[in-house]
């Protein structure tokens, strides 16, 4: 039992709610916020458990407020786009396109809310910890620890408007950033289940000229758009 206890005493001290952390915390903010559009290369990694993880890649659009447009280059060429009101998944070579209602009450949930946006790292996260520098980050790096306000913590129902829901995907989110610039250098969202994805992001644009056109989705001729569940879209570009 005392094996237990220090055990979670040494988790706990693992992290460190500090200046730095929360200037951090801010200095992302700051800089994403000044931005009406992004652009950046990404590549996206999906973990379960023992499994092989999938890796893919491609280039990103981020739009105020509450757009974006996913380009993957590489397995497969595939599609991920949000206008704001529906998402859409297009795979060119199954000749069908998902589309779904954003749900509002979920988007805050997601780290990517932030680069749209349609949320700030203090209302979706309940606590931020700076971990030590040895760990996860690259040299001139950082990275916060965020522990989000869903199931399960403390501050599940703080900061949530009338309407939203408290429900509780992630279990942490790991935000690795330049100290100097404050751009975002990856985000890991760890899950329930040993469930892991994580964006690597590069080339940050900032404010680069993106016509609205850019992400409105028309459907090509003949391909068909399949409606999907209302209780599957959260605006997370998971594609898989």
Not at 67 to 88: H, Q, T
Not at 150 to 161: I, M, Q, T, V, Y
Not at 169 to 177: W, Y
Request: glycine residues 10%; contains cysteine; charged residues 25%.
């Amino acid at each position: 039992m005392l094996l237990v206890i220090l055990a979670a005493f040494a988790w706990a001290g693992l992290g460190h709610t500090t200046d730095e952390a929360q200037t951090l915390a801010r200095k992302i903010e700051s800089r994403y916020k000044s931005a009406q559009t992004l652009g950046a290369t990404f590549l996206e990694r999906y973990s379960e458990g023992r499994r092989t993880a999938e890796v893919e890649s491609g280039r990103v659009f981020f739009r105020r407020p509450g757009r974006m447009r996913w380009e993957y280059e590489a397995p497969e060429k595939k599609l991920f786009l949000s206008d704001g009101r529906f998402v859409w998944f297009y795979v060119p070579s199954d000749r069908t396109v998902t589309r779904a209602r954003v749900k509002g009450s979920t988007d805050w949930r997601t780290p990517l809310a932030l680069l749209t946006g349609k949320a700030n790292l203090s209302r979706l996260c309940g606590r931020i910890e700076i971990l030590p520098d040895n760990i996860h980050g690259s040299a001139g790096h950082a990275v916060l620890r965020c522990i989000p306000r869903g199931e399960g913590h403390p501050d599940r129902a703080k900061g949530l408007s009338a309407g939203e829901s408290p429900e509780g995907d992630f279990l942490e989110v790991l935000l690795e950033v330049d100290r100097t610039t404050g751009d975002l250098a990856s985000v890991l969202v760890r899950q329930p289940g040993g469930v892991e994805l994580e964006y690597r992001f590069a080339d940050w644009e900032f404010n680069p000229p993106l016509e609205e056109s850019l992400f409105q989705f028309a459907a090509p001729i003949g391909v068909a758009i399949v409606e999907a569940p209302s209780d599957s879209a959260g605006g997370e570009p998971r594609t898989h």
